[in-house]
């Protein structure tokens, strides 16, 4: 069955550095783009980055851009979101995903919690 799994959150100052892994399987991992969203409290799900299956095309929420790079490596079924200079509005629950396959199936990782404070 499909899975993703996250890793990599936690607390950090403002300014630091964090970088998230989504480990993926039961499925074509190099034949779908991948997402990263984030939902803070009270908040929609919102979309952070995209990266194409493999990995020529990338797209980033406004909020992000020149902080957060995404990439992915198909050989290890894995897809990153290194996220630079983060801010206390960046705290958030962040979530990886993958879009929907010819069943109409699509999937989300369990969260990985980034909180930004001093």
């Known amino acids: 069955q499909v899975q993703l799994v996250e890793s990599g959150g936690g607390l950090v100052q403002p300014g630091g550095s964090l970088r998230l892994s989504c480990a993926a399987s039961?499925?074509?991992?190099?034949?779908?783009?991948m997402s990263w969203y984030r939902q803070a409290p009270g908040k929609e799900r919102d979309l952070v980055a995209v990266?194409?299956?493999?990995?020529?095309?990338?797209s980033y929420a406004d909020s992000v851009k020149g902080r957060f790079t995404i990439s992915r490596d198909n050989a290890k079924n894995t897809v990153y979101l290194q996220m630079n200079s983060l801010k206390p509005e960046d705290t958030a629950v962040y979530y990886c995903?993958?879009?929907?396959?010819?069943?109409?199936?699509?999937?989300w990782g369990q969260g990985t919690q980034v909180t930004v404070s001093s």
């Open positions: 995903y993958r879009p929907r396959d010819v069943t109409m199936n699509d999937y």
């Open positions: 039961g499925f074509t991992f190099s034949s779908y783009a």
């Open positions: 990266i194409s299956s493999i990995g020529g095309i990338t």
